[in-house]
């Protein structure tokens, strides 16, 4: 047993989503854990100038919902609890708050490994959460580019 009762899984749709996913999905059924799947929607531009408050379950919600639907139609969490959230605003602070109200003991979470001039204009969703968050987090990052890896002693 690894000793997780909540772990949060915050999915952003990307080619990893379904890797993330099953990674945090069997980290839950080691522990016997509670899942959360999140996935953190930003208000579209174009809605930007929405007066307050917007209506509840927007449709770029109900858009994420069914997207969240069809992922986890891919990876079977049988014989597994979890909950299924979608919230609107921005990911970096989403994620933080969220598994703060949820008191989650694990993040897991994929990063999209920009480096260089993209990763200083896009910012890090994942470095964020590093800093801020109260338990620990399991980033996944992509693969690199030609399919080779790493060793530690590289």
């Known amino acids: 047993m690894l000793g997780y009762s909540k772990i949060l899984c915050a999915i952003d749709f990307d080619e990893y989503a379904i ?21 953190v929607t930003r208000i579209p531009s ?22 969240l639907e069809e992922l986890i139609e891919q990876c079977p969490l049988a014989d597994l609890g979890y909950e299924t959230r979608i919230v609107s605003g921005l990911p970096d602070l989403d994620i933080v708050r969220t598994a703060k109200e949820l ?15 993209t990763h200083l204009l896009l910012s890090s969703v994942a470095e964020h959460v590093i800093r801020e ?22």
């Open 103 to 117: 008191a989650v003991d694990l993040i897991v979470m994929a990063t999209h490994g920009r480096s260089g001039l």
């Open 46 to 67: 174009r809605d930007m100038d929405v007066p307050l408050p917007i209506e509840a379950n927007p449709i770029w919600e109900k858009v994420a919902r069914g997207r």
């Open 19 to 39: 890797a993330t996913l099953r990674v945090a999905a069997a980290l839950a059924k080691e522990s016997n854990a509670l899942l959360y799947i999140l996935h």
């Open 133 to 154: 968050a109260a338990c620990p987090i399991l980033i996944l990052r992509p693969p690199l580019k030609g399919g080779t890896t790493t060793s530690p002693t590289s």
